[in-house]
C-alpha cells in the first residue's frame, strides 16, 4: 500500500517552473544572424584557459621564456573574449524569461563569474613579469582556472543540451 501512494505522490508532482509565464521563451535575444553570440564566443577562451595551462607546464618543464610570454597572451585573450561571452551570457539571462526562470542558469552565471575572476587575477599578476609570475602562483591559477572552467562548461552544456536554452537565434 505505501508503494502505491508513492507511486500517486509522483504522478502529482509537477515543476513549477513550467507554471511560469515565459518559461518556454528560450530564443536567444543577442544573436547575430540567428546565431546566438554567447554560444558563438565561450568556445574561445575556453580554449585559451587550457593553453594557459599548458604553456604554464611547458615553461616549467622547459624554462624557455617562449611559453611564460604565450601563456600571458593566451590568459589575456581568454579574459578578454571570456568578457564579451560574459557580457552576452548575462544578456541572455536577464532578458530571456525562460532562462532566468531556471536555477541552474543562475549556478552557470555565478561560476561563470568566478572563472572570470581568476583569469582577470591570472593576467594581472603576470603583467608586470611574465616569466617570474608562472611559478608557482601562475601556475597554481591556470590550474584552479581550468577546473572552473571544466565546471563552467558542465553547467552551461546541460542548460543547452538538457534545457535547449539559448539555441535559437532571434
Request: aromatic share 12%; with cysteine.
Amino acid at each position: 500500500m505505501a508503494t502505491q501512494e508513492i507511486e500517486g505522490a509522483e504522478e502529482r508532482l509537477i515543476d513549477p517552473i513550467v507554471e511560469k509565464p515565459g518559461f518556454d521563451d528560450t530564443e536567444s535575444r543577442v544573436a547575430l544572424f540567428g546565431h546566438p553570440i554567447h554560444a558563438m564566443s565561450v568556445a574561445f577562451p575556453v580554449a585559451l584557459t587550457f593553453c594557459t595551462l599548458g604553456a604554464d607546464a611547458l615553461y616549467w618543464w622547459t624554462g624557455d621564456p617562449f611559453w611564460a610570454r604565450a601563456a600571458i597572451w593566451a590568459v589575456g585573450g581568454a579574459f578578454l573574449i571570456g568578457m564579451v561571452a560574459g557580457l552576452s551570457g548575462t544578456a541572455e539571462l536577464l532578458l530571456v524569461p525562460g532562462i532566468r526562470a531556471r536555477a541552474a542558469a543562475w549556478t552557470h552565471f555565478i561560476i561563470a563569474v568566478t572563472l572570470l575572476s581568476l583569469l582577470g587575477a591570472n593576467w594581472g599578476y603576470r603583467l608586470g613579469d611574465a616569466e617570474g609570475a608562472v611559478l608557482p602562483y601562475g601556475l597554481l591559477l591556470s590550474a584552479i582556472s581550468a577546473g572552473v572552467v571544466i565546471l563552467t562548461g558542465w553547467h552551461g552544456g546541460k542548460l543547452v543540451f538538457d534545457y535547449g536554452l539559448g539555441t535559437k537565434g532571434s
